[in-house]
């Protein structure tokens, strides 16, 4: 097990780097005045040459992407003062550091992920395994039927529906916003509590489907029938064999999931108008924000990739007939 986690680590540094190779110079080798974006329409040449130098734009690519790498892991000096490690940039349009903007807006996408995460996981593989158990039954045609449909809408659809019924007509509750727990819990989970009810009624439907199929699929394995002809009990073989099966293939989608939202759940926080990782993320692409868009993409492909290693490691403790090489 050490040995893999070392090999994967290992691995994932050197996907970073490519990662952070190929961002750097697709961005950078686009044949605009950088600091002329950052100054705006009405700068002198002289204040624009300031900026340039003050940026390092006035150095070769190769440079500028070394002191790039060196600031990821050893931080980097600025006119405005250090950039501590990990040093994504300054931001042309605002001004500061990079990692501070992403880091001062990654409370709100994590509250955001983790609790629809708690919320879609509990009742969506709760259904699932109930339609699996009573498959055939008018319980179990419901809850399918329920699922597709659900599953057909979207967060920008059902999004604005609800927020028109609960807040606009009906002021039963007031807009989405972020407080942060440490400040006001009740406040953070009233802020957050629609944007979580949304995410987890299309999330739920998914995992639903998903957790009633794979179900199926392990109740009709050669080891399940075989736990049933030795006569074990119905619940037992059903929770001790077909349901540890089939985690695996939902523990794939969670990680999927998990670490998309992580990187920003754009979708979400524009329909609800929060101002995550996401929101920063689209906002830097309008405002041709390069470093702060760098910055997002590099943070997204982080989670990627240590949420995949995390899945990886997850199922040898699920499936004991998956090793790993």
């Known amino acids: 097990m050490l040995q893999f ?46 900026i340039r130098e003050n940026l390092g734009l006035d150095k070769p690519i190769t440079t500028q992407f070394w002191n790039f790498m060196v600031g990821i892991v050893a931080g980097r000096d600025f006119p405005i003062g250090h950039c501590s490690a990990p040093c994504l940039g300054v931001s042309f349009d605002s001004g500061e550091f990079v990692w501070d903007s992403i880091v001062d807006r990654f409370p709100l996408t994590l509250s955001l992920t983790l609790g629809g995460l708690v919320i879609f996981l509990v009742f969506g ?35 604005p529906i609800v927020l028109g019924i609960l807040v606009y007509s009906t002021g039963l509750m007031e807009s989405p916003q972020y407080v942060p727990i440490t400040e006001d819990p009740v406040g953070w989970f009233v802020g957050l509590l629609i944007p979580w009810a949304v995410m987890a009624t299309i999330f739920t439907a998914q995992y639903t489907r998903m957790a009633r199929s794979t179900m199926i699929e392990q109740l009709s394995e050669e080891h399940v029938r075989t736990a049933r002809a030795k006569g074990m009990k119905q619940r037992y073989v059903f929770f001790r064999y077909a349901w540890r099966g089939s985690l695996i293939p939902i523990v794939t989608i969670i990680g999927m999931d998990l670490s998309a939202l992580l990187s920003g759940a754009v979708v979400t926080e524009i329909t609800f108008d ?17 470093p702060l868009t760098m910055g997002v993409m590099l943070v997204g492909a982080f989670f990627i990739l240590i949420l995949n290693i995390i899945v990886d490691v997850a199922y040898a403790y699920i499936d004991p007939r998956v090793r790993l090489s």
Request: with cysteine; charged share 15%.
């Open 5 to 50: 986690l070392i090999r994967r680590l290992i691995g994932a540094v050197v996907i970073m780097f490519l990662i952070g190779a190929f961002t750097f110079f697709l961005f950078y080798t686009i044949p605009q005045d950088f600091a002329q974006l950052s100054c705006g329409k009405n700068c002198s040449p002289e204040n624009i040459a300031v």
């Open 125 to 159: 593989l709760g259904t699932g395994l109930i339609a699996a158990w009573k498959r055939g039954t008018a319980l179990d045609k419901a809850v399918s039927g329920a699922s597709m449909l659900l599953s057909s809408f979207q967060i920008y659809f059902l999004g």
């Open 274 to 290: 929060l101002a995550g990782v996401g929101r920063l993320a689209v906002n830097s692409s309008l405002d041709k924000d390069l």
